[in-house]
Structures are given as C-alpha cells and as structure tokens.
C-alpha cells in the first residue's frame, strides 16, 4: 500500500461514508473520483437530517410554536456556523440560497437594480475570466445583454494559468465588478486573488470570489480574501444539495436592491408599496432551505472536526501523487497545472484520441466513477483544442490505492481501444 506524508486516517475516515461501501457492476469496488461534481456525505450529516425532518419539521421565524421555534433556532444556528467557517464579520452577511449559482445571479441581478454608485449600465465593463464555470459566465452574459455593459476577460496561458499580463487593460475605471473562481473546476488551478483584489480597489470595482471549489478543500477567510461577495455551495462539502451561501459584506447587503420578492424579505406590504427586511432576511424570499441548511450546519461540524488544515495537507499529497502517477501514462495529457503547488484537488486530461466520454464509460464499467464532458466550462475547452475531458477529483476519504486503480484503468482504456 502506497504511504504519502500528510495523509489523513482514511480508513477511518471512510467508516463514515456509507456510500463508499457500495459495490457495482457486478461487485466491483466503488472507486469514487467525482468529488468536484459532488462529495458524498458522512453518517453524520445523514442522522441530522433524518432528525430534523423526524423531531423538528415546521417552518421558520414566524411561528410560535415549539417546533417552528426549534426549527428556527437550528436553521439559524446554521448560519451562526457557516459565518465562523468563513470568519465572517457579520453572521448577517451570510445569505442562504439553494447553490452556488444562484448567489451568483443574485449578486449580477442586484448591480442590474442598483443604484449608483453601483449600478452596472451601458457605460461601464464587466469583468470574468475564460476558466470561470459557466453560473460565473451566463449570469454576467445576461446582465451585459440586460443594460448594455461590455463584457471583458483575462485569457489563458498554455499551462492553464490566469493571464494578468494586460491586468490593467482588462480592469480599467469602467469596471464595476470583478467575478472570478478561487479555484477552477476544470484545470483544477488556484488563482492570485491578492492581485487581482488590488488592482480591482484601485480602480474602485467590487470583486465577487466563486469559491465553489475552494470551500470543501481548504481554510477559507472571507476578511483575508478581501472581496466584496464570495460563494459556494453545500453539495461539495459533505452537505445537502438544495443548499449554497452567498457571503457579502454588510454595507453592500443594506445598500444593494433584493432580486427575489415574496415572504419574509419584507418589514412591511401594502397595496402601493412594499420596505424590505434588513439582510440577510432581505434576500431570503420564501420558505428557505431549512433542512438542507441545517444539513451544511451539520457537515461543517464535521469538517471542522478533522481540520480544514488538514484535509488541505491530504489533498495536496493525493493530487502530487496523481499527477506523477498519470504522466506516467502514455498519451495521457494533463490540461491545467502539472505541478501540484498552487493547484486543487481535481485534475483534467485527455488520453490520446481516445473521446473522454469513451474513457469515462469503460471506467465505470471497473466501478471507477470520474466526470466527463465540458465540466461546465466549455470556453477552457475551445481554448485548449479539445472537444471534452476526463477528469478525476478527490477529497478527504480519496486515498493513493484509488489513484492507482484510476492508473490502472486508464491502462486498461488503452487496451480496449487498442
């Protein structure tokens, strides 16, 4: 068995993953390298769900009863916990939507409504970059179509980095909003957010982090990212789907219009006209999330138990195992960072010309589950020339003995097509 310094007790550690005992097709050993797509949860966040919905099912804040007054403590306690995780200032920062793409509609649809100073119009530039997954390209898309603001972006390099050559070109005094990932889905890169930051606040443009990918692997501060909005999703780290955050910082929230209106966002409703909720509640329209949030309370809990210092170390030690192992595989072209400094845990490649959508099929067919297709970047694709990509993803409960398989089976792979 392969020993790597830094490594968590996974066998432990996977005790508490039903899931990872499945056996498929025919008994093979589930081998689960999706995790970018989406983690899989611990028994933890299981049972909390389980009861929540068995002892405290209601809803939220306005009931007087003993269950929507439980329910209410937990789904608030919930945003209590997601604001330490990130050190937020403000638990009144911390906004609940159903994902990461949707805190990312509401932070384009906001500036479409806003006011000055922050109003995005005809006469001022939206800018993204050309790894960004497609819920941090299509929502600006929209919004540039909406109220006829140019859309720019920094480009690629060859080895799958930002290109902040022309940073001042790109990030001019037209710009208003600054939207970019912390850590591609695809390429698996982790971006320079200082100087991007900086460049943004000379120029007096907000800056929204998609930290989609980031959350689940590592420590994140919001105060030390110095942004303006930063979001993620629960489905990535051991939560719930039907759950994300949109963290923003709180002169913004009181200042910016809400996107959606219904119950709950409102102070009060007449016939005429209608005053709004101080945020978070100002965004938070309808019956939320409350069992999915109470779930993210949970899985928190449960990364906070083992240290978000420490499943970084563990990832970092499987992906420079990864990527030394698939170099070795002939063919076998790694798209994005080669290294595993300054890189996430999820690593794309192409196998000769063989179609990813082939290779990912005749690795299930050995219980081996990756991802194919654009990832839902298709801009980095046309980029690099390449029609899809495989790509294998890992987290806390990964170990070396599932990259080798991976190997293995792309061995096998080669074989089949010959």
Request: some cysteine; glycine content about 8%; aromatic content about 6%.
């Amino acid at each position: 068995m392969t020993q790597l310094p830094g490594l968590l007790d996974t066998e432990a550690l996977r005790k508490d993953f039903p899931i990872l005992d499945r056996q498929v097709h025919d008994g093979r050993k589930l081998v689960y390298l999706d995790n970018a797509a989406t983690s899989q949860k611990p028994r933890q966040v299981l049972d909390a769900l389980s009861e929540y919905y068995e002892r405290y099912n209601a809803n939220v804040h306005r009931g007087v009863h003993v269950l929507a007054e439980e329910a209410t403590a937990l789904y608030e306690g919930a945003r209590d916990k997601v604001a330490d995780f990130i050190n937020a200032p403000s638990r009144d920062e911390v906004i609940f939507t159903k994902n990461a793409s949707e805190s990312l509609n509401l932070v384009a649809n906001m500036l479409g409504w806003a006011d000055e100073p922050y109003r995005v119009d005809s006469e001022t530039e939206i800018v993204i970059t050309e790894m960004e997954h497609h819920s941090n390209i299509v929502p600006w898309q929209l919004l540039a179509q909406r109220t006829g603001a140019k859309l720019k972006w920094f480009g690629l390099t060859d080895d799958g980095r930002l290109d902040l050559s022309n940073m001042d070109e790109v990030i001019t005094e037209k710009t208003k909003i600054v939207s970019f990932v912390l850590v591609s889905n695809i390429l698996g890169t982790q971006n320079p957010v200082e100087a991007i930051v900086r460049r943004a606040q000379e120029v007096g443009a907000l800056v929204c982090i998609d930290a989609s990918q980031a959350a689940p692997h590592m420590p994140l501060d919001v105060q030390a990212l110095q942004a303006d909005f930063v979001a993620f999703t629960g489905h990535k780290m051991c939560g719930p789907t039907g759950i994300g955050v949109l963290w923003g910082r709180q002169e913004l929230l009181e200042d910016l219009p809400p996107f959606l209106g219904g119950g709950e966002m409102i102070e009060t409703v007449s016939m005429h006209s209608s005053t709004y909720a101080p945020a978070p509640h100002k965004f938070e329209a309808g019956t939320p999330p409350v069992a999915q949030a109470v779930g993210l309370g949970a899985a928190i809990d449960y990364l906070n138990s083992i240290g978000m210092d420490k499943i970084l170390a563990h990832e970092h030690a499987l992906t420079e195992y990864a990527v030394k192992r698939l170099l070795e595989v002939p063919d076998l072209r790694i798209i994005g960072p080669t290294t595993a400094e300054e890189r996430g845990a999820a690593i794309s490649f192409t196998l000769g010309d063989i179609h990813p959508h082939d290779v990912g099929q005749v690795l299930d067919e050995q219980g081996i589950a990756v991802r194919v297709g654009h990832h839902c970047a298709r801009p980095v694709c046309l980029r690099y020339g390449i029609p899809a990509t495989t790509r294998a993803s890992f987290y806390l409960y990964s170990t070396p003995a599932e990259i080798d398989a991976l190997v293995d089976g792309l061995e096998h792979v080669r074989n089949f097509f010959g």
